[in-house]
C-alpha cells in the first residue's frame, strides 16, 4: 500500500511521534499499528480501494507489513532514544519526509556515514526539542547554542568513534 508522508506529515501536519511512539524512548522508533491508521480511516475515506489492506488488517488481526527503507547490519547496534534525546534531528538522518510522496532513503547509512558525524557533531545538533520539526532554521546565536548543547547534553565526542561504540 502506498503511504505517503508528504499527504500525512507535509499536508496534514501530524506528528512523527504519533505513528513513531518508540522513537524517544527506545532504540527503535516502530511503525504504527493498523489502529492508528483507523481513529481517522474509520471515517475518512472509508470505502477507497487503497485503503483495503487496512481493513483487512484490522478485521483479520494481522499487522501490516510495510516494506524496510532504511536498515543496518546485524551486527551494527543503532539506537534512536539516544540521538532524538542527544539533539539529533529525523530531518538530519531521514530527509525531508513530509515531501516525499513515497518513503525514501535519504542517506547511504553507510560506516563511513555514521563516522562522518560522529567525529564532530556539533555543527549536526539541535536544542532537542526541534529535532521533530521540518525546515529547520537555525537561530543566529546557533554556534554558541551548540558549543553548550554538547555539555549540557552530555557529549562525549573524544569515544563516539570507537569501534565498540556501534559494534558490541
Ligand atoms: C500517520 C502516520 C505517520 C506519521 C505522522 C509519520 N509516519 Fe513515518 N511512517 C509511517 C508508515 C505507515 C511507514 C511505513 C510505510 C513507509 O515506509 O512509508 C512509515 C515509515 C517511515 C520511515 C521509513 C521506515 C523504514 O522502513 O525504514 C521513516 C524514516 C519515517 N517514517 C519517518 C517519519 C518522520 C520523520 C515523521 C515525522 C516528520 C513521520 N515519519 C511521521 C507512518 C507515519
Ligand atoms: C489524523 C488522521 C489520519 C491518520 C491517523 C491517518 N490518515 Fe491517511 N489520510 C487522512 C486524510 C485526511 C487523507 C486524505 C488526504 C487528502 O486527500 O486530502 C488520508 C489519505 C490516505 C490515503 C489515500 C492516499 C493519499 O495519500 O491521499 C491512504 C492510502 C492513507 N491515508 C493511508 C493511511 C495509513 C496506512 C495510515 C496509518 C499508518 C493513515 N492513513 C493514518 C488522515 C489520516
Ligand atoms: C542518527 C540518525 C537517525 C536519526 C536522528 C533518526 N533515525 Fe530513524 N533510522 C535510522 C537508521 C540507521 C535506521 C535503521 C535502523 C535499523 O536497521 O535498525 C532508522 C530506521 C527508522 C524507522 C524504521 C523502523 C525502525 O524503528 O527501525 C523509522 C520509522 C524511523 N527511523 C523514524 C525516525 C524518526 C521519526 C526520527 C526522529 C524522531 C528518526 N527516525 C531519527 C537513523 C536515524
Ligand atoms: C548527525 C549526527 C549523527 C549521525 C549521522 C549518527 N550519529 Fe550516532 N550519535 C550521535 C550523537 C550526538 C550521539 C551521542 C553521543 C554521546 O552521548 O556522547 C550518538 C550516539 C550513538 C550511539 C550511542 C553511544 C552510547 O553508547 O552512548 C550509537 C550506538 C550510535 N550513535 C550509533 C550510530 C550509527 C550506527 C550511526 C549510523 C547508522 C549513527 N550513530 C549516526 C550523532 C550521530
Ligand atoms: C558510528 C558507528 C560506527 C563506528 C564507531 C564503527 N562502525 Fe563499523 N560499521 C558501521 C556501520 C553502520 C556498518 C555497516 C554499513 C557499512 O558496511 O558501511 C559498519 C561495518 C563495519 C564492517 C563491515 C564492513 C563490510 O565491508 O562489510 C567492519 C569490518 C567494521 N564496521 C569495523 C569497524 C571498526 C574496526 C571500527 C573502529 C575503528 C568501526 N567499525 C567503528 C558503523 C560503525
Known sequence: MP???KHHVGQLGIDC???HNG??????????????CMTCHSQLFTNADMLAPVRASLVGGKPIEWQRVNGVPDFVFFNHAIHVNKGVACETCHGEVDQMPLMRRAHTLSMEWCLGCH????PNLRPP?????MHWQPS????????QLIGVLDIHPETMTDCY????
Do not use: K, M, W
Open 140 to 147: 543566529a546565536d546557533i554556534d554558541q547554542i551548540r558549543r
Open 3 to 5: 503511504f505517503s508522508h
Open 129 to 133: 526539542q526541534d529535532v521533530f520539526l
Open 23 to 36: 522513537v524517544e524512548t527506545s532504540s527503535s522508533a516502530g511503525l504504527p499499528a493498523t489502529e492508528i
Open 119 to 122: 567525529r564532530n557533531p556539533e
Open 165 to 168: 561504540v556501534c559494534h558490541r
Open 17 to 19: 511521534r504519533y505513528c
